[in-house]
């Protein structure tokens, strides 16, 4: 009996294409190109007449303040940062019946109507030797509140996550209707 | 008595290389995507804080970048946080030249959407910072973006 030769067969490499194709889709997809990311934030103009105060209602300010030890400091009581993120939020919601809470008023905006937008302000001081750390934390929760706040508008109003949405006529309108109002005083030395 | 047998019948078969072409080409694109390229060297250490809130920075063309930190070589230039712009250290006095600069290399159309990055070190304090932003705010570069890393 004559044995056949055995023979390994060759690996069909034709689909080796479609393999590395796959895998080139596959990290195209999951890697996370190094970008920047970051809280963006409008520093405001120069002030031309320092000496000029600009008078605002006691009642539209919440005063946030961070000492050089980094404790925090909220409408004069020392607060910690895990409640500031609450106070803020309860701040910037529109309240048109709390005479205690800032002043609402009701602006026209495209693709919403009228909407009642709050005309509160955070004032935001720190102290030269607040770390950076801290400053950035505090932003952090700020903003926090604001986004929150923005979330629910867009929600009632738009039936869409505010981190969804594409159209940006839509992210104007909640934008315009929650305005982020953080105003930095002019560096200043705080006990 | 067992033999030995002889002959090509276990020859093991040649690994095709047809497809090596593809996988050099899968690495070259993974490469090129992943890989960003940074043009300044850093000379300061840079532990950004974290935070949760955070927007990406668009237009990559249209930000310019200001790194403050304690410098890497310590034994040379000490602890004290420093200003480092492009790939040296700087004062404060260099900002406003340095925005003036970046402003001009960037198309007319573009100049007013410049955002300026600011990266600084965790540790660094406010004082400085300020300075940094009261500079900024002198010579009209009104949109910052405060870098942080992601997380808690």
Redesign the interface.
């Known amino acids: 009996m004559a044995r056949k030769k055995k023979k390994v067969p060759e690996i069909n490499a034709s689909s080796m294409a479609d393999i590395s194709f796959l895998l080139l889709i596959f990290f195209l997809v999951t890697t996370t190109m190094d970008t920047d990311s970051g809280i963006f934030r409008r520093l405001p103009p120069p002030v031309e007449n320092p000496d000029m105060d600009v008078k605002v209602k006691e009642r539209n300010i919440l005063n946030v303040m961070i000492n050089k030890y980094d404790k925090l400091m909220v409408n004069g009581k020392p607060c910690d940062i895990a409640d500031l993120k609450d106070k803020t939020r309860d701040f910037i919601t529109p309240k048109p019946n709390d005479e205690k809470a800032p002043e609402v008023e009701v602006k026209e905006i495209d693709m919403i109507g009228n909407f009642m937008t709050n005309k509160g302000v955070v004032s935001l001081k720190n102290d030269r030797g607040t770390s950076y750390q801290m400053y950035i934390a505090v932003q952090n929760e700020l903003a926090k509140a604001f986004n929150e706040l923005r979330e629910e508008v867009a929600m009632t109003y738009f039936k869409q996550h505010y981190n969804d949405m594409t159209d940006k006529d839509k992210v104007d309108a909640v934008n315009k209707a929650v305005p982020v109002r953080i105003s930095e005083a002019e560096p200043e030395e705080i006990k | 008595m067992a033999k030995f047998r002889k002959?090509g019948?276990k020859e093991?078969?040649a690994?095709?290389t047809?497809?090596m072409p593809?996988?050099i080409?899968?690495l070259i694109?993974?490469f090129m995507?992943?890989t960003?390229m940074r043009e300044t060297t850093l000379k300061v250490k840079m532990k950004l804080?974290?935070?949760?809130?955070?927007?990406?920075?668009e237009k990559?063309s249209l930000?310019s970048f200001i790194y403050i930190g304690p410098p890497t070589n310590t034994k040379l230039y000490g602890t004290e946080p420093r200003l480092q712009l492009n790939d040296s250290y700087a004062r404060i006095d260099d900002i406003i030249p340095f925005v003036e600069q970046e402003r001009m290399d960037r198309a007319e159309a573009d100049r007013q959407k410049l955002?300026t990055?600011?990266k600084?070190?965790?540790?660094?304090?406010?004082?400085l910072?300020?300075d940094v932003?009261?500079e900024?705010?002198?010579c009209?570069?009104?949109?910052?973006?405060?870098?942080?890393?992601?997380g808690e």
């Open positions: 002959g019948s093991v078969p690994i095709s047809g497809s593809d996988i080409f899968m694109f993974f995507v992943t960003s804080p974290a935070a949760t809130e955070v927007q990406k920075l990559k930000v955002t990055s600011l600084i070190h965790e540790e660094v304090r406010m004082g910072v300020t932003k009261q900024l705010r002198k009209g570069a009104f949109r910052i973006s405060y870098s942080t890393r992601k």
